[in-house]
């Protein structure tokens, strides 16, 4: 077994909760619980620190987990809501903390193209307009070694466009789909952690509702589930009492103890 945590930086869907110019009861609640940053999680064990996603809001969550250093970021797609963070993450790649390595971001060939178009000056060796993050992409093809990790991409559907979400020994995190395929499913036996979109109760083109995202967790079968990518139309505390045993929704900063070996 080789322990480790998985953190909850952020548990909103695209625009945040509350969402800018809202009046819902929600986006106005006083329950610190019904405050979301967009989503992203950061897994550690040893003395390893790895992201899954780096969103719009990574330089707020970082601060406030005390993320000093880190590893590698996997990316699961290239929407703005999971990768707008790459820029931030420009402090974590001075060579007195990398020791002069650029931080390795893993994504599949699609997901690394658009990196290259929207963060073109990154990637760009004749920038010449002062720092930038020193980063390297990685394309991921199938099961890959993280460090003394495997992690497992599982596709899933968000729409119509495949993306991925992650399996790593018994933790999985499954974001942004609205079906996760047969295939998928099965890639998660044994699976003891896991989280899945659930976007609301009403349908949605892209997402997931907590009913279907119920349905897919007893299909799983992990001992524990959280709900992230989460909107206003999901009180935290009134929408947790309706949900099956050991179905939660996730918050940010939500610690979680997992096994990263099976
Ligand atoms: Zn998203
Ligand atoms: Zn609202």
Same mark, same amino acid.
């Given at each position: 077994?080789?322990?480790?945590?998985?953190?909850?930086?952020?548990?909103?869907?695209?625009?945040?909760?509350?969402?800018?110019?809202?009046?819902?009861?929600?986006?106005?609640?006083?329950?610190?619980?019904?405050?979301?940053?967009?989503?992203?999680?950061?897994?550690?064990?040893?003395?390893? /620190?790895?992201?899954?996603?780096?969103?719009?809001?990574?330089?707020?969550?970082?601060?406030?987990?005390?993320?000093?250093?880190?590893?590698?970021?996997?990316?699961?797609?290239?929407?703005?809501?999971?990768?707008?963070? =790459?820029?931030?993450?420009?402090?974590?790649?001075?060579?007195?903390?990398?020791?002069?390595?650029?931080?390795?971001?893993?994504?599949?060939?699609?997901?690394?193209?658009?990196?290259?178009?929207?963060?073109?000056?990154?990637?760009?060796?004749?920038?010449?307009?002062?720092?930038?993050?020193?980063?390297?992409?990685?394309?991921?093809?199938?099961?890959?070694?993280?460090?003394?990790?495997?992690?497992?991409?599982?596709?899933?559907?968000?729409?119509?466009?495949?993306?991925?979400?992650?399996?790593?020994?018994?933790?999985?995190?499954?974001?942004?789909?609205?079906?996760?395929?047969?295939?998928?499913?099965?890639? =998660?036996?044994?699976?003891?952690?896991?989280?899945?979109?659930?976007?609301?109760?009403?349908?949605?083109?892209?997402?997931?509702?907590?009913?279907?995202?119920?349905?897919?967790?007893?299909?799983?079968?992990?001992?524990?589930?959280?709900?992230?990518?989460?909107?206003?139309?999901?009180?935290?505390?009134?929408?947790?009492?309706?949900?099956?045993?050991?179905? /939660?929704?996730?918050?940010?900063?939500?610690?979680?103890?997992?096994?990263?070996?099976?």
């Amino acid at each position: 077994m080789k322990k480790g945590t998985v953190t909850v930086l952020g548990s909103a869907t695209s625009m945040g909760v509350p969402t800018i110019g809202c009046n819902c009861a929600v986006c106005h609640s006083s329950d610190p619980l019904d405050r979301r940053t967009r989503p992203s999680v950061m897994i550690e064990w040893d003395d390893h /620190r790895v992201l899954i996603d780096s969103g719009p809001d990574f330089r707020e969550q970082a601060i406030r987990e005390g993320i000093d250093r880190l590893d590698a970021v996997l990316y699961t797609h290239g929407h703005a809501d999971h990768i707008l963070g =790459l820029d931030d993450l420009r402090p974590l790649t001075y060579p007195r903390i990398t020791g002069g390595s650029r931080i390795p971001l893993y994504a599949t060939a699609d997901t690394a193209r658009t990196l290259q178009s929207v963060f073109k000056y990154v990637f760009d060796d004749n920038y010449k307009y002062g720092g930038i993050a020193k980063v390297e992409l990685h394309e991921i093809r199938e099961t890959f070694e993280l460090l003394d990790l495997k992690v497992i991409p599982v596709p899933i559907m968000h729409g119509d466009a495949q993306i991925i979400g992650f399996r790593i020994g018994e933790f999985a995190y499954l974001t942004d789909f609205s079906s996760v395929p047969d295939e998928s499913i099965a890639m =998660l036996k044994g699976v003891q952690v896991v989280f899945l979109d659930a976007l609301r109760h009403e349908p949605h083109p892209t997402h997931s509702t907590v009913a279907n995202s119920i349905m897919i967790a007893a299909r799983i079968g992990a001992a524990k589930t959280y709900f992230t990518h989460i909107s206003h139309d999901l009180a935290h505390e009134a929408t947790n009492q309706t949900l099956p045993e050991g179905v /939660r929704l996730a918050y940010d900063g939500l610690r979680v103890e997992i096994d990263l070996e099976s």
